[in-house]
């Protein structure tokens, strides 16, 4: 039995390149998928199709999707980068280029299609800056989204919780609207990952602000574990999972809040 039910879909990764959106893709060729993929480097994988992609360019987008053609199954938004780049290119990347080719992609997605898009446990403080999220995905079109980072620079900061809390605050948005047309979207919360990315991470980040994050499984996850889930929210098997932002961190969130970890290196300092 197919439960996931990826047999023959025609599924497009963005991000195939490495780290989760790489394992994402290569499983989903195990399921049986036709999988097309996007990145700023040339995939390994044997893919359907692949085309380069610069998220922080909407006509590249553009001409990526067109180049694909056809209809699309499955999204999977699994590009991103780090606190370590210029903030504007992490606002662009991560939000406003992921939403642009969500936008872009919708429009060859029919009944039955879903969307599922990687954030962070970075982007966890969603729901106390919600004044500010609001008016910022509301905002529709790329071109306005980058003007509202340029004039907002203190409330963009170093880009990195700002995109990921966006990306969370949008699929929970966004998903009321698209399952009128029977499209469902969702996002994962990843904790601390071993990807090619983690050493910028680990560059910006004290020691004790990763290992918080790890209890209290204590160690980090892979890229598998964390494609996985991804895979599942976007298969047939969960077909009324609809706007969820689910938390993939070994037990951190539930720990975090029943007070069972020890979050007082997140906390500011006095």
């Known amino acids: 039995?197919?439960?996931?039910?990826?047999?023959?879909?025609?599924?497009?990764?963005?991000?195939?390149?490495?780290?989760?959106?790489?394992?994402?893709?290569?499983?989903?060729?195990?399921?049986?998928?036709?999988?097309?993929?996007?990145?700023?480097?040339?995939?390994?994988?044997?893919?359907?199709?692949?085309?380069?992609?610069?998220?922080?360019?909407?006509?590249?987008?553009?001409?990526a999707v067109a180049a694909i053609g056809?209809?699309?199954?499955?999204?999977?938004?699994?590009?991103?980068?780090?606190?370590?780049?210029?903030?504007?290119?992490?606002?662009?990347?991560?939000?406003?280029?992921?939403?642009?080719?969500?936008d872009r992609v919708l429009e060859h997605m029919g009944e039955g299609g879903a969307i599922a898009s990687i954030s962070s446990n970075g982007g966890m403080g969603w729901s106390r800056k919600l004044d500010v999220l609001m008016p910022l995905i509301a905002i529709e079109k790329y071109d306005d989204i980058v003007k509202w980072c340029e004039d907002n620079p203190d409330i963009v900061n170093e880009g990195y919780s700002l995109s990921k809390e966006a990306v969370i605050v949008w699929t929970m948005r966004a998903s009321a609207d698209l399952i009128k047309r029977g499209i469902r979207i969702n996002c994962t919360l990843p904790g601390p990952t071993q990807t090619p990315m983690m050493h910028e991470f680990e560059s910006a980040t004290d020691?004790?602000?990763?290992?918080?994050?790890?209890?209290?499984?204590?160690?980090?996850?892979?890229?598998?574990?964390?494609?996985?889930?991804?895979?599942?929210?976007?298969?047939?098997?969960?077909?009324?999972?609809?706007?969820?932002?689910?938390?993939?961190?070994?037990?951190?969130?539930?720990g975090m809040v029943t007070g069972q970890v020890d979050i007082s290196a997140l906390m500011p300092a006095q």
Do not use: W
């Open 1 to 63: 039995m197919d439960f996931l039910g990826y047999e023959g879909k025609r599924v497009l990764v963005c991000g195939c390149y490495s780290g989760m959106g790489e394992a994402t893709a290569r499983q989903l060729l195990a399921l049986g998928a036709e999988v097309h993929g996007l990145d700023f480097k040339e995939s390994a994988l044997d893919l359907a199709s692949f085309n380069l992609v610069d998220l922080r360019d909407p006509a590249s987008i553009d001409a």
């Open 70 to 102: 056809g209809k699309v199954d499955a999204l999977f938004n699994c590009a991103g980068l780090p606190q370590t780049a210029p903030p504007m290119d992490v606002m662009k990347v991560n939000y406003a280029g992921t939403r642009h080719l969500t």
């Open 207 to 254: 020691m004790a602000v990763l290992n918080a994050f790890i209890q209290p499984i204590n160690r980090r996850s892979t890229p598998d574990e964390q494609a996985a889930p991804l895979i599942y929210l976007n298969s047939d098997a969960a077909s009324y999972v609809n706007g969820l932002a689910m938390p993939i961190d070994g037990g951190f969130m539930g």
